[in-house]
C-alpha cells in the first residue's frame, strides 16, 4: 500500500532537548512538507522539499531544520530555540508541479514540558 | 494578503438534516482550492480539488462548489460518521511551488 508514514506517534521531550521527527514515503512523490497544526489555527508551512538535497524555508521555519537525502524521507528536527514546540506536526507529499493536492501522513504530536 | 476563512468554526447536526460549509477566500492567482477530512488526532484525508468557478465535486454524501470568491461543501442527509473537521486550502502562485494555505476548518458534529 502507497502512503506516508510519520513516526513516532506521540513524542515527549524537555525542554532545551533538539527532537527529529520521521517521515517516509512510498508514493514516489518529488515534493515533501512538514506543517504544524495548532488548535483553532490553520496548517502552517513549516519548511518544503520539490527535490532531494534541496529545501526552502516555509512561513514558521525558525527554530526547526530539514535534510532532504533520499527521495522517500524528509526527517524534520524541532531545536531548542524553537520557542513554543508542543504541537501537532503533519508531514505531506505530492507529485512535482503546481496544480497538485497534497497527501498527508497520520501526524506526531510532540509535547515539550 | 493571501487569506482562507471557513465558516461556522462549529455545526451540529441531527442525523439527516443538511447543511452547508463555508470557505471564503482571497488569493491572487487561485490555482486550485482542495477540501480535506480530518478525524481527531489524525492528518488530513484529501476529498476534492476545485480549479475553476462553476465547478462541483460529488463523493458519496458531499458535493462541493467553488465560486470566484467562495467554495461550499455540501451535506446531504449526514450520518454520525460524517462527524470530523472539514479543512478547505487553496493553492497560491508563491514562487513556482506548490503552496497551500489553509483554513482553520469547521468541526461538524452529527447526532443520532
Known amino acids: 500500500d502507497g502512503g506516508i508514514t510519520q513516526s513516532p506517534k506521540y513524542l515527549f521531550r524537555k525542554e532545551g532537548q533538539n527532537v527529529t521527527l520521521s517521515c517516509e514515503q512510498n508514493?514516489?512523490?518529488?515534493?515533501m512538507y512538514w506543517y504544524r497544526q495548532d488548535p483553532g489555527q490553520g496548517l502552517r508551512l513549516i519548511y518544503y522539499s520539490q527535490i532531494v538535497n534541496d529545501f526552502q524555508k516555509g512561513d514558521i521555519a525558525e527554530g526547526y531544520s530539514v535534510s532532504r537525502e533520499k527521495k522517500e524521507s524528509f526527517p524534520l528536527t524541532v531545536t531548542s530555540a524553537q520557542k513554543n514546540p508542543t504541537a501537532f506536526y503533519l508531514c505531506?507529499?505530492?507529485?512535482?508541479?503546481?496544480?497538485?493536492?497534497?497527501?498527508f501522513g497520520p501526524g506526531t504530536r510532540l509535547t515539550v514540558t | 494578503e493571501d487569506q482562507v476563512t471557513q465558516s461556522p468554526e462549529a455545526l451540529r447536526l441531527q442525523e439527516g438534516e443538511s447543511s452547508s460549509l463555508n470557505c471564503s477566500y482571497t488569493v491572487s492567482g487561485l490555482r486550485g482550492l482542495f477540501w480535506y477530512r480530518q478525524d481527531p488526532g489524525k492528518g488530513p484525508e484529501f476529498l476534492f480539488t476545485?480549479?475553476?468557478a462553476g465547478e462541483e465535486k460529488e463523493k458519496e454524501r458531499l458535493k462541493a462548489t467553488l465560486t470566484k470568491k467562495e467554495s461550499f461543501l455540501h451535506i446531504t442527509a449526514p450520518k454520525p460518521e460524517d462527524s470530523a473537521t472539514y479543512l478547505c486550502?487553496?493553492?497560491?502562485?508563491?514562487?513556482?511551488?506548490?503552496?497551500?494555505?489553509f483554513g482553520a476548518g469547521t468541526r461538524l458534529a452529527v447526532h443520532p
Open positions: 486550502a487553496v493553492q497560491a502562485r508563491a514562487g513556482g511551488y506548490n503552496k497551500l494555505i
Open positions: 476545485l480549479y475553476s
Open positions: 508514493l514516489n512523490h518529488d515534493a
Open positions: 505531506a507529499s505530492s507529485p512535482a508541479g503546481v496544480y497538485h493536492e497534497q497527501y
